[in-house]
């Protein structure tokens, strides 16, 4: 990558305290991991620096981005072994090690944890107006969460939405399900799809699967098979039995109930055209 004279310098700059300024999309993330790799090319290992961001997000791209570019030379793939255990963290996530370990020195307890009621306040605002606008998992909410506060602020936000059911996962895949059975006449291999795109639990996406009635899953497929039949009837047979089975298998029903669909449409014309 060419860099510009003023990335160079913020690269390469040592044995003094620097401040490097830069705005959004100017390429601070790759600048910052490069000078890491150029430390460590100097023999200095990974655990040995300090790398502090202000959100896990930050954080978690920083490590991905530095093991990536250690990754690619061979030279320093004994550095892959030192990273899980680095200090690329956050300014609280650090602090809060550091009382940790000499608590016995600042008189306070070694459990101490970081209560920022103001963040907290923050968070729980955001995730009830992201819900104000449609409903969400739990793990949809922390995703969102996740880019501008800490695990421990986003746990405590979860905690007050379940205790006040405005985050409930087993309430949320049930309407899916009603939604998805009734409106919009899915099988169940499609609605189980849009239960795991919403993040929701597999043990209760299988409870909420296990909970639809084949009967009306058959009702659905079959009122879906004559709609579709009767755009295709006038077509070769072959091709719109083909066709029909297509359909049917986008909208998520599976093989045994497609072919059930397929031969009483096939074999029972006379009753389907009353």
């Known amino acids: 990558m060419a860099w510009t004279a003023d990335q160079e310098k913020a690269i390469n700059e040592c044995g003094k305290n620097i401040i490097v300024s830069a705005g959004a999309g100017s390429g601070k993330t790759a600048v910052l991991t490069e000078r890491v790799i150029t430390k460590l090319k100097k023999g200095i290992n990974i655990n040995e620096l300090l790398i502090l961001t202000f959100t896990n997000a930050a954080a978690m791209e920083m490590k991905d981005r530095i093991r990536e570019a250690i990754t690619k030379d061979e030279s320093l793939h004994s550095q892959l072994d030192l990273i899980d255990g680095s200090y690329i963290t956050t300014f609280d996530s650090f602090a809060l090690s550091i009382v940790e370990k000499y608590h016995y020195l600042l008189n306070i307890p070694k459990d101490i944890s970081i209560l920022d009621n103001e963040m907290y306040m923050k968070a729980k605002n955001k995730a009830l107006s992201i819900l104000s606008k449609a409903s969400q998992s739990e ?34 895949a049930s309407r899916i399900v009603n939604t998805n059975v009734n409106l919009n006449k899915y099988g169940k291999n499609k609605i189980k799809q849009n239960l795991y795109n919403k993040g929701i639990d597999k043990n209760i996406i299988e409870t909420a699967i296990d909970d639809i009635d084949t009967d009306k899953e058959f009702e659905n497929a079959l009122y879906l098979g004559k709609k579709r039949y009767e755009r295709l009837k006038n077509e070769d047979p072959r091709k719109a039995y083909q066709k029909i089975g297509n359909h049917l298998a986008y909208k998520g029903f599976n093989y045994d109930i497609i072919k059930k669909v397929l031969n009483k449409l096939f074999n029972d014309v006379d009753e389907y055209s009353c």
Do not use: G, S
């Open 139 to 172: 793990k949809q909410i922390r995703q969102k969460l996740a880019k501008d506060y800490e695990e421990d602020t986003i746990d405590r936000v979860i905690e007050f939405l379940q205790k006040y059911k405005f985050v409930d996962d087993e309430d949320l």
